[in-house]
């Protein structure tokens, strides 16, 4: 009896197969450095229609962190944080032409409003505020003292800043999991995929048994 799978099985198991193998590298199920939330692989771009950078906040260990591993003293976070304290901002510009325009920074606590942007959150307070100033390496930095979870937006203020658009925000949720254990859609939909075609491989091969059984029973001789 020929068993041989159709092509389309052999290509779809390859497909998932590769697809799971490369979860890790997309970033589904890797293992992160420690439960602060070290993120040595991070990638944070944030962009509007105008300007992109590459966006990176570090959180100073507590002193009721005992036993810090101190490579780990400062790790990257994008804009998930896990806890309030003294934080460190880093924006990389993408673009090389606002290397010669003025940047002012501003860290603001807010409130959610539900509506669309850009009256989509209500300003609460200043946390901190650094005057304009050209950064011609292409590196904003900032630092502020967060005293408590919340909402926040840190604003790059580029030129003037007359447009919306040239307040440059870069959204943070403080006091919450950066690492989220959650299984990404994508990945579950890639399993189950993967149990559908095994099911349909072994409806095949009871529908080529049963049938080669068939081919096998009319040719018995007659007696």
């Known amino acids: 009896m020929n068993t041989r799978l159709p092509a389309f099985f052999v290509a779809a198991l390859v497909a998932c197969a590769l697809f799971l193998s490369g979860c890790d590298k997309l970033g589904f199920g890797t293992k992160q450095s420690n439960a602060l939330g070290n993120r040595p692989d991070l990638d944070c771009i944030i962009a509007n229609d105008f300007y992109a950078v590459h966006f990176s906040a570090y959180l100073q260990p507590s002193k009721d962190d005992k036993n810090t591993d101190p490579k780990a003293a400062f790790v990257p976070f994008c804009q998930k ?82 447009e919306d658009d040239d307040k440059f925000r870069v959204a ?31 409806v095949y091969l009871h529908k080529r048994k049963a049938k080669a059984a068939s081919v096998a029973s009319d040719q018995e001789p007659e007696e």
């Open 172 to 202: 943070l949720e403080v006091g919450v999991d950066p690492n989220p254990s959650q299984l990404p859609l994508i990945a579950i939909g890639a399993v189950a995929a993967l149990l559908m075609l095994v099911l349909g491989f072994l």
């Open 81 to 162: 944080i896990p806890r309030a304290g003294k934080m460190f901002f880093t924006a990389d510009l993408i673009d090389r032409d606002i290397r010669t325009t003025p940047i002012g920074i501003k860290l603001v606590e807010v409130e959610k409003t539900g509506q669309k942007a850009p009256d989509d959150i209500r300003e609460i307070r200043t946390v901190t505020e650094i005057p304009s100033k050209l950064y011609p390496k292409g590196a904003v930095e900032a630092q502020a003292d967060v005293d408590k979870t919340g909402d926040y937006v840190l604003y790059l203020l580029i030129g003037e800043a007359m």
